[in-house]
């Protein structure tokens, strides 16, 4: 005998079914307008209209309009009028001008670098100055030998011929130069230099006088002395040691008429 099966009922089915058909619904509609987003052009204006609308919608106090200026809104900033149309034509980024700025001024100091270094190639191959650059410019390393005798501040004789080859490529830019001085690691201890301090301030003192008087700006001039706190190889030999005695003229990107920002620290109350 066949039991006849009883027919579905549409009153039990999930009261809560109508979900899943709504769900389905707000997925669809999210993907149009990402799509419609992706394929027009952004008017900022309104975007800025619509951001503060969203906001007071879903704070009820503005929300968006208290985000700060970094990518977001400020409701003390008026947008710029535009175009109904909107424009395809972007402005470039503030990164990317910055960047192609500092390429272009790399660009110049590794043409200027190679300048140095033709100019100077006998002395290169003889193992007595190097031209390297690096992160903060263009740096000429010159051993002692050609500027000082030993253990002493005062200029040679042969160190005009060196400066006079580099002074004319260095004085028509207005690129700030730091000459720094640096000793080995042998103490010294005498009536002149209490210590490998004083003489590598004191050498680097006579260099930027000599580049002052051949015509480079005394605005784009300083010296400093490091003593033996960076050697470029060990001080275990007699040539590594002769090596750490140098005087690096240091063509630094900055330039005089970039002001630093400076903020000023004020005596404060630290509360206990």
């Known amino acids: 005998m066949l039991i006849r099966r009883k027919p579905l009922d549409d009153d039990d089915e999930n009261p809560d079914r109508w979900l899943v058909s709504y769900a389905d619904f707000i997925t669809l509609l999210f993907a149009f307008f990402v799509v419609m987003y992706s394929i027009s052009?952004?008017?900022?204006?309104?975007?800025?209209?619509?951001?503060?609308?969203?906001?007071?919608?879903?704070?009820?106090?503005?929300?968006?309009?208290?985000?700060?200026?970094?990518?977001?809104?400020?409701?003390?900033?008026?947008?710029?009028?535009?175009?109904?149309a909107g424009s395809l034509i972007k402005p470039l980024p503030l990164t990317y001008l910055y960047s192609e700025k500092?390429?272009?001024?790399?660009?110049?100091?590794?043409?200027?670098?190679?300048?140095?270094?033709?100019?100077?190639?006998?002395?290169?191959?003889?193992?007595?100055?190097?031209?390297?650059?690096?992160?903060?410019?263009?740096?000429?390393?010159?051993?002692?030998?050609?500027?000082?005798?030993?253990?002493?501040?005062?200029?040679?004789?042969?160190?005009?011929?060196?400066?006079?080859?580099?002074?004319p490529m260095i004085k028509d830019n207005d690129r700030l130069i730091q000459?720094?001085?640096?000793?080995?690691?042998?103490?010294?201890?005498?009536?002149?230099f209490y210590s490998n301090w004083e003489l590598s301030a004191v050498r680097a003192s006579s260099v930027v006088r000599m580049l002052?008087?051949?015509?480079?700006?005394?605005?784009?001039?300083?010296?400093?002395?490091?003593?033996?706190?960076?050697?470029?190889?060990?001080?275990?030999t007699e040539l590594g040691r002769a090596k750490n005695r140098r005087v690096s003229i240091m063509i630094l990107y900055e330039s005089p008429n970039q002001k630093e920002a400076a903020l000023e620290i004020t005596p404060q109350t630290i509360a206990k």
Do not use: C, W
């Open 212 to 236: 002052s008087d051949t015509g480079v700006a005394e605005s784009r001039l300083s010296a400093l002395g490091f003593g033996s706190t960076q050697p470029i190889t060990e001080n275990n």
């Open 102 to 167: 500092m390429r272009r001024e790399r660009e110049a100091m590794t043409k200027m670098g190679i300048d140095l270094s033709n100019k100077l190639s006998p002395l290169i191959n003889d193992g007595k100055v190097r031209v390297m650059q690096n992160n903060r410019g263009i740096r000429i390393d010159i051993n002692d030998s050609l500027l000082f005798t030993p253990g002493s501040a005062e200029l040679a004789a042969a160190a005009s011929t060196v400066l006079s080859e580099i002074a």
């Open 41 to 84: 052009s952004v008017n900022q204006g309104k975007y800025n209209e619509l951001m503060s609308s969203m906001g007071t919608a879903f704070t009820g106090d503005g929300g968006a309009g208290h985000l700060k200026t970094n990518g977001s809104l400020n409701p003390n900033i008026k947008s710029k009028p535009q175009n109904q």
């Open 179 to 192: 000459v720094e001085g640096h000793t080995d690691n042998i103490a010294i201890h005498n009536d002149l």
